[in-house]
């Protein structure tokens, strides 16, 4: 993946979970990312492409700690409790109005 895109789907991730994939525009990505529309929209085609990236961006992140759990050779337990961690660590960061979308952004 480009470093562009994946810089661009790591901070979506950060802006979806914490206001709601369908309360944030393309402008509200923009604007949060520091760039026009026009450059956001040279490395994505639309919102369904960038949440296409940024789960992309996620699963390939999950596979990394888990082959790197993987790597270290433990044994079955030890290796679903390094799991259980990670989906732990991420599930603390994710705000539920992911799955409603309820919550506006809001701007300053």
């Given amino acids: 993946m480009d470093p562009k895109v994946l810089h661009i789907a790591g901070r979506s991730r950060e802006i979806f979970m914490k206001y709601g994939i369908r309360s944030v525009s393309m402008d509200d990505i923009s604007r949060e990312l520091g760039m026009s529309k026009k450059t956001l929209y040279q490395h994505v ?35 679903l409790l390094g799991m259980s961690r990670i989906v732990d660590e991420h599930m603390k960061d994710v705000n539920w109005v992911v799955t409603y979308g309820a919550s506006p952004m809001k701007t300053a």
Avoid: P
């Fill in 45 to 79: 085609r639309n919102k369904a492409d960038l949440v296409n990236q940024m789960l992309d961006y996620t699963f390939n992140e999950f596979e990394q700690k888990i082959e790197q759990i993987r790597q270290k050779k433990m044994n079955a337990i030890d290796d």
